[in-house]
Each structure stands twice: as C-alpha cells, then as structure tokens.
Nanobody
Framework: QLQLVESGGGLVEPGESLRLSCAASGFTLDSYSIGWFRQVPGKEREGVSCIVINDRTTYYADSVKGRFTISRDNAKNTVYLQMNNLKPEDTGDYYC??????????????WGQGTLVTVSS
C-alpha cells in the first residue's frame, strides 16, 4: 500500500509541545520534498513547513518560525514536525504530503488522513 500516515497529534495547553510523525509506507520518501499542512475549518489549507530531502533545506511559514522544526529520519522513512511553544492559533488538522517547497509550500500528491492538534487551556 502506497501512503503517508500522520500521527502524534493531541490535546495540549498553550506553551506545550508535540512532535508529529509522517511515516511512509510502500515507498521511500528520501527522494521527495515533504510538506506539512494545516487545515482549520472555514480557512484555506496552509503550508506550515517543508523539507527538501535531497539538499536538506527547510522552510517555514512566518507564523511558526522559531517554534516548529521539520526533520527527517531516513532509516525510519519518516518526517517529523517538532512543535514547541504551541499557541491556540496552531489548532487544526495536520497533514503531510509530497510537496513543492518553493516559491510557496504547495501540495503535489499523496497525503493521509491527518492528525488533529488542539491547543487550548
């Protein structure tokens, strides 16, 4: 089966941290740029982070710079999104996908069911 599976979401209070995982099945993702996207009801889907696998360059939306870090573990065929100092505005469904990182973080193909992040006191 060819898919990406997101996990790691949950309910946290402002200021806490989560690490999301994007695990590839049926293929290796080390040859692809991978983006993390956030969907909030009533708003457009936005790219929050992206990693260019081949050259290891990373990109972030302005709203998460300094708080989020995208990384990869090729041995586990997984991309991570470390989210620190979470804010209520970070609440949403998070998806990973094969993506284009420039000029903006753009979905290309193959994302999964997503994982829900809720930041609330």
């Amino acid at each position: 089966q060819l898919q990406l599976v997101e996990s790691g979401g949950g309910l946290v209070e402002p200021g806490e941290s989560l690490r999301l995982s994007c695990a590839a099945s049926g293929f290796t993702l080390d040859s692809y740029s991978i983006g993390w996207f956030r969907q909030v009801p009533g708003k457009e889907r936005e790219g929050v982070s992206c990693i260019v696998i081949n050259d290891r360059t990373t990109y972030y939306a302005d709203s998460v710079k300094g708080r989020f870090t995208i990384s990869r573990d090729n041995a586990k065929n997984t991309v991570y999104l470390q989210m620190n100092n979470l804010k209520p505005e970070d609440t949403g469904d998070y998806y990973c996908a094969i993506a284009r990182c420039l000029p903006t973080i753009t979905y290309l193909t193959l994302w999964g069911q997503g994982t829900l992040v809720t930041v609330s006191s």
